[in-house]
């Protein structure tokens, strides 16, 4: 029998859980069964129209958000003429006027900008929220997963809008615009506050799945500590669910963020967002109609293009999802 040969037999019976000595020290069945699913997962991306046109859309949308004045033909989003009030689409002004004269197809591609920074920082939050809490929350049980869990429910009691709602009327005001109730870090963060707990129950049940398997008990008997198992036997095979949510969330989040200003208790001028424009235009929707259909047709689109990468992520990472 070969060198080959061997090392082939030697995975074979760690995979089995039959072999009757230590693994051998080049044989890490954690890396290969991750590298396994992570390269089965891109084959079945690359098939996924809908992956792809997600894709395109959000890369449109985080250029957008980066460069503004690359969509916006040369205008200036706070170049405004008050005779131009509300001045209908027309070749050289694609999204016409706004009520104070401006263009509106820059107010619109700069208006990318806060949405898409709030939507981002809230799913980081998020993420590392859920993860973290997750993680400690399924791995040791017992009576630290009783208290995490049971804080979770507490926040699960009050709904996203809502709960964003009151924390950001009672949320101190500040000179520092990224910190101030009404900025785009605290929205983000009164976001995420009400938004971890999906995550962190997701991590939760994967690590409960997987922290009974052969592999991490085999760790464990080798004296590996608990951070080193968590970081490299668990977390790896708890993350792919959470990916798929968090990813799904970023639109939910932005649309979330557009709701919250237009009721008046997101960001405040002269911030510009697809929510105040809306929230700025729902008075004119007869007279002006464009002043609520393109920034709804530009938020539309990106809460789609997120929510079918997020689609497509959750059937390549499912393998019962597959043909």
């Not at 619109?108 to 859920?130: D, P």
């Not at 697809?274 to 464009?290: C, K, N, V």
Request: glycine letters at 8%.
């Amino acid at each position: 029998m070969t060198d080959q040969q061997q090392v082939d037999l030697r995975k074979d019976e760690v995979e089995a859980g039959t072999t009757t000595g230590l693994a051998s020290p080049s044989v890490d069945v954690t890396d290969e069964r991750q590298n396994s699913l992570w390269s089965d997962a891109w084959g079945e991306l690359r098939r996924n129209p809908l992956f792809w046109i997600g894709a395109v859309l959000g890369l449109g949308f985080l250029l957008m958000a980066i460069a503004p004045q690359w969509f916006s033909r040369g205008q200036d989003p706070r170049a405004c003429d008050l005779a131009n009030s509300k001045a209908l689409p027309s070749a050289d002004h694609w999204f016409g006027y706004d009520q104070q004269g401006c263009d509106y197809l820059a107010n619109v591609m700069y208006g990318a900008r806060n949405s898409l920074i709030i939507g981002v920082v809230a799913v980081v939050v998020i993420l590392v929220l859920g993860v973290v809490v997750g993680a400690i929350s399924g791995y040791f049980g017992g009576v630290t997963d009783g208290i995490l869990s049971r804080i979770a429910d507490i926040f699960y009691a009050l709904p996203l809008i809502l709960g964003a709602l009151v924390l950001l009327r009672v949320g101190p005001e500040t000179s520092i615009p990224v910190i101030n109730s009404r900025g785009p870090g605290a929205v983000a963060v009164a976001l995420a506050l009400f938004g971890w707990m999906t995550a962190m129950r997701l991590v939760r049940s994967q690590v409960i799945a997987v922290k009974s398997s052969d592999y991490v008990a085999a760790a464990r008997a080798m004296g590996a500590s608990s951070r080193r198992i968590l970081v490299r036997h668990v977390m790896p095979n708890a993350v792919a669910p959470v990916l798929v949510y968090t990813t799904i969330t970023i639109g939910v989040l932005i649309a979330a963020e557009a709701t919250l200003t237009f009721l008046g208790v997101g960001l405040q001028r002269p911030a510009i967002s697809w929510g105040l424009q809306l929230e700025a235009g729902r008075d004119s929707i007869r007279t002006a109609p464009h002043l609520v259909l393109f920034p709804s047709i530009i938020l539309t689109l990106t809460v789609m293009a997120f929510v079918m990468m997020g689609d497509a992520l959750r059937d390549a990472l499912d393998p019962r999802q597959r043909a």
